[in-house]
């Protein structure tokens, strides 16, 4: 069951979990990918569906996502507003619309498999600062440093940061402290729940001794602040 992406449910219906093993025998690319287990194993699973109109199912996935930020939603909903950063499908549970969701999921994945082996040789970087200054400074100056080809992304607060987290094994994270929404103590922590291999330098204009130990405490590799010196950075990208 390894190679599939186990589905569950949270606050469907019976006719809703009926709907959904039905949809998976329709096409073969989501049979190869997907299996739905209980709704009493939720806990357990790679994706769920989940009753975005039930305040009751919201805390219950809510408290999850915040033990197990790797699983990801998709949100039943009967309104018209789209759940940020999350896949919403609105209600009545039509089948073309689920079936287009599993499948971009499907793809998503298969793309970053592929992009995961030919570039395997190089570094995959993540930068995730709300400046735009910062961002582009890196842009810039990390692959002038490093004799290899970069692979880098960005992400501008903590929440996009997790989401392109959870797809990519990045081989470094370079992550801000003060950002709108979590800091950067919180994401840190979330980084290394998921990816616990990723390497996580804090880059920040915070220099006291107490904010380095905070860093220290929320399991970051390495502790910079700005501006970084071109030494410091050459010898995080080769170890």
């Known amino acids: 069951m390894e190679n599939f992406i186990k589905i569950s449910a949270i606050g469907l219906d019976d006719k809703d979990n009926t709907v959904i093993k039905s949809i998976l025998k329709i096409s073969p690319e989501l049979q190869e990918n997907f299996v739905c287990i209980g709704r009493h194993m939720y806990e357990t699973a790679d994706l769920i569906f989940v009753d975005a109109d039930n305040q009751e199912s919201l805390n219950t996935w809510h408290k999850l996502k915040s033990e197990n930020p790797a699983i990801s939603p998709i949100m039943m909903t009967k309104t018209n507003n789209l759940i940020e950063n999350e896949i919403t499908i609105h209600r009545p549970m039509v089948i073309q619309r689920v079936v287009a ?3 971009s999921i499907v793809h998503k994945q298969l793309n970053n498999n592929a ?5 395997s040789a190089n570094k995959k970087i993540l930068v995730v600062d709300d400046s735009f200054s910062v961002r582009k400074y890196m842009e810039q100056k990390l692959p002038s440093l490093h004799e290899k ?6 992400a501008d607060s ?14 470094i994270v ?14 840190c922590k979330l ?4 990816r616990p291999k990723t390497r996580v330098v804090m880059l920040t204009s915070k220099k006291s001794p107490f ?8 399991g970051c590799d390495d502790y910079i602040t700005k501006p970084p010196e071109d030494e410091r950075l050459k010898k995080i990208l080769i170890d």
């Open 158 to 171: 903590g929440k996009s940061a997790m989401a392109k987290i959870k797809m990519v094994a990045y081989d």
């Open 211 to 218: 904010d380095k130990v905070r860093g220290s405490m929320s």
């Open 101 to 103: 969701a599993l499948e």
């Open 115 to 119: 992009n995961t082996e030919e570039n």
């Open 174 to 187: 370079f992550l801000d402290v003060i950002m709108p929404g979590v800091d950067g103590y919180k994401v």
């Open 191 to 194: 980084i290394k729940s998921v």
């Open 149 to 154: 080809d970069l692979n880098m992304d960005f």
